[in-house]
């Protein structure tokens, strides 16, 4: 009997420790890859901000003044595309999907796949609004 109890918790031991291998090494889905890049970028929407008010000031109608704007509108185009990427993956996908990986249906995997595309070009186009206009403000300065 109790041989049977030790052999009994040993191979429970091994079940749990195997099902935790094959999470951390489990490859993460294209939901997780998704959200992943959101929470990788929406911090820079706060830079996003500060480089507009830094822009906004410089704007005239010199040629450095419509480097100004171009770089703020670049800035603007940016933030914007975020809200309005994050606005239509909410209205795609529910809570249930995006946070505790509900199974979704072919046509919103399909749409995943959209998604996937979407975010990746937001996030270049964060990231290289704040690279040109940080380096037209250091430039300046």
Not at 45 to 63: F, R
Not at 82 to 109: A, N, P, V, Y
Request: aromatic content about 4%; some cysteine; overall charge negative.
């Amino acid at each position: 009997m109790r041989k049977n109890v030790l052999l009994l918790l040993v191979l429970v031991a091994l079940t749990l420790s195997c099902k935790k291998e094959q999470k951390e090494t489990k490859e993460a889905t294209r939901m997780e890859r998704i959200i992943a890049v959101h929470d990788e970028v929406m911090p820079k929407m706060g830079t996003i901000g500060k480089l507009i008010s830094a822009l906004e000031p410089k704007v005239d109608s010199t040629s450095i003044g419509n480097e100004y704007k171009v770089a703020k509108d670049d800035l603007e185009e940016a933030y914007n595309f975020m809200m309005d990427w994050m606005k239509g993956f909410g209205d795609r996908f529910d809570s249930d999907e995006i946070l505790e990986g509900k199974t979704l249906s072919e046509q919103k995997e399909a749409w995943l796949i959209e998604e996937e595309d979407k975010v990746n070009n937001m996030k270049d186009k964060i990231n290289n609004s704040i690279a040109s206009a940080e380096a037209l403000l250091k430039q300046t300065n």
